[in-house]
């Protein structure tokens, strides 16, 4: 038939004349399973079967037939013969084919950066967790199946619960603001969180929150020591009876104890950013 040249490049009398052409066709790697699915039919001659293969056109371009038989039965129910059916889904197999790459390429993403994906539903309940949490930095140990379907609250710090159920609030009325709290991991230790989400709108109903978290734990432990390091700095330099003072690149005054202040009289705080030295 037309169709039938214009997906093969086969004419009808190509198909009549050359024999078992309609096999010599198949691509190679196809030919075993086109095998299987006549010996199927011949195992059961009044079922109807379906198989999608590929063929070699005339000009060796592969294509993608969807095939279809079908018996066709005499009053006595016996098999006479089949109907075939054979139709070109080239087009709809490569749009399933860059469809299956793409989701194989975004759960290699998901799977793979170190930052957590989540989803929350409006109850604050994880519905999805990247499997990227099994293998935080630091360990906080649970695994997805431990986190879905539990509420995110569960695995928050008891001090830092109320600020992160408020970030949930505000992030499900469209506030994209970030924030830093602590967890619990399984073995009781505090880990620290830096997460960022916003709201899951559908059909303009908001249905839950997505985002991602890390682990900061490391930069906040040493932000934490680092302040009590200066904390106790400050207090050496202040406590000390030597008039001390200090001024940054721009010579903006930085630091003024009190033994300066005692001394000259004046206090830190009206000369603490400005560019008037003492001298």
């Keep these: 038939s037309g169709p039938c040249e214009r997906i093969t490049g086969y004419s009808r009398e190509d ?19 086109y095998r299987e699915h006549k010996e199927c039919r011949d195992s059961d001659p009044c079922g109807i079967l379906t198989l999608d293969y590929r063929i070699l056109t005339r000009e060796g371009e592969v294509r ?31 749009s399933e084919e860059a469809l299956r790459k793409s989701r194989e390429e975004y759960r ?27 293998t935080l930095d630091g360990g906080f ?29 505000n992030t499900m009325n469209g506030a994209l603001d970030d924030i ?12 620290w969180l830096l997460e960022s989400g916003r709201p899951i709108i559908k059909n303009g109903e908001v249905t839950g929150v997505q985002g991602i978290f890390s682990d900061i734990t490391k930069c906040k432990l040493n932000e934490i020591q680092l302040k009590g390091n200066e904390a106790r700095l400050n207090a050496i330099i202040q406590g000390t009876p030597i008039p ?23 206090p830190a705080d009206e000369v603490i950013g400005t560019s008037q030295q003492w001298g």
């Design 180 to 191: 830093e709290f602590r967890v619990l991991s399984k073995d009781g230790k505090e880990r």
């Design 244 to 266: 001390k003072f200090m001024i940054d690149s721009n010579r903006k005054i930085i630091f003024w104890n009190r033994a300066l202040e005692e001394f000259s009289r004046i």
């Design 141 to 169: 140990d649970y695994t997805v199946e431990e986190l879905v379907g539990k509420s995110f609250t569960t695995f928050i710090h008891p001090a830092d619960v109320a600020g992160v159920v408020e970030k949930f609030r």
């Design 108 to 134: 290699d993403l998901v799977e793979n950066i170190n930052e957590v994906i989540f989803r929350l539903d409006k109850d604050g309940i994880f519905t999805y967790v990247s499997p990227v949490v099994e």
């Design 64 to 94: 993608w037939i969807n095939h279809k038989c079908m018996p066709f039965l005499d009053p006595g129910l016996e098999v006479k013969g089949y109907w075939i059916s054979n139709r070109d889904i080239t087009a709809s197999r490569a």
């Design 15 to 33: 198909f009549l004349n050359v024999t078992s052409l309609v096999t010599r066709i198949i691509h190679p790697e196809d030919v075993n399973r």
